[in-house]
């Protein structure tokens, strides 16, 4: 059995009105939170200071939460409310500067700094998203330099025996060519 003409229509325009319903609706209905995190990899130098950066967005009030995750544990850094609160971790006290975009500034790193550096933007309606940042921190290492300094030590003391030993045998050569010369011009005794 076949629906009349009319009933069909009238079920593609309730089908249409419905669907640009809920897509107005999505459109209106608060939530949806973006996040972009420009500099996925960090390499730093002890006692260098880093920027962990990142760009996020959303409809309501964000809450911000940054934990480093290593191989000595989780740790909470930071989390505030956008125009709020901020909480920071007492370890991290003294050395984390807070950003509104949800960025943080780490200063004065060190190796236990190295590891992975998770930050969550919640909105306001629940809606949560993850960002990662993996930080490596390399140390200064002197002893290429620590080589360089004893090899050119080792080669000015050789050069200074060296020189030491030129004028020794100079010395002992013209001690040895004005003794030579004497005993040819002496007199020979007849």
């Known amino acids: 059995m076949r629906p009349p003409q009319g009933c069909r ?3 593609v325009i309730a089908g ?21 995190v420009p500099q996925p990899n ?18 309501g009030v964000a809450t911000i939460e940054w934990k ?8 909470k850094i930071v989390e505030w409310k956008s125009g709020n609160y901020v909480n920071i971790s007492t ?7 807070v950003f509104e ?27 949560n998203i993850y960002g990662t940042i993996v930080v490596n921190v390399y140390e200064i290492i002197y002893e290429d330099l620590h ?3 004893v090899f050119f030590a080792f080669l000015t003391g050789v050069s200074a ?10 010395k002992s050569l013209h001690l040895f060519q004005k003794t030579t010369h004497k005993l040819t011009e002496e007199p020979s005794f007849q």
């Open 68 to 75: 480093h995750v290593s191989s000595r544990g989780t740790t």
């Open 16 to 36: 249409t009105v419905t669907l640009c319903l809920a897509a107005g609706w999505a459109l209106q209905t608060p939530g949806g939170v973006s996040l972009r």
């Open 91 to 97: 370890v991290y006290k003294d050395r984390v500067t």
């Open 161 to 170: 025996i060296l020189i030491c030993f030129m004028w020794l045998c100079n």
């Open 101 to 127: 975009n949800g960025s943080i500034q780490l200063l004065n790193v060190g190796v236990r700094d190295a590891g992975y550096y998770f930050v969550t933007v919640t909105e306001e309606y629940g809606t």
């Open 9 to 11: 229509r009238r079920g």
């Open 42 to 59: 960090i390499n730093a130098t002890v006692a260098q200071n880093i920027l962990l950066s990142v760009e996020y967005s959303c409809r």
């Open 147 to 149: 080589f360089v300094a």
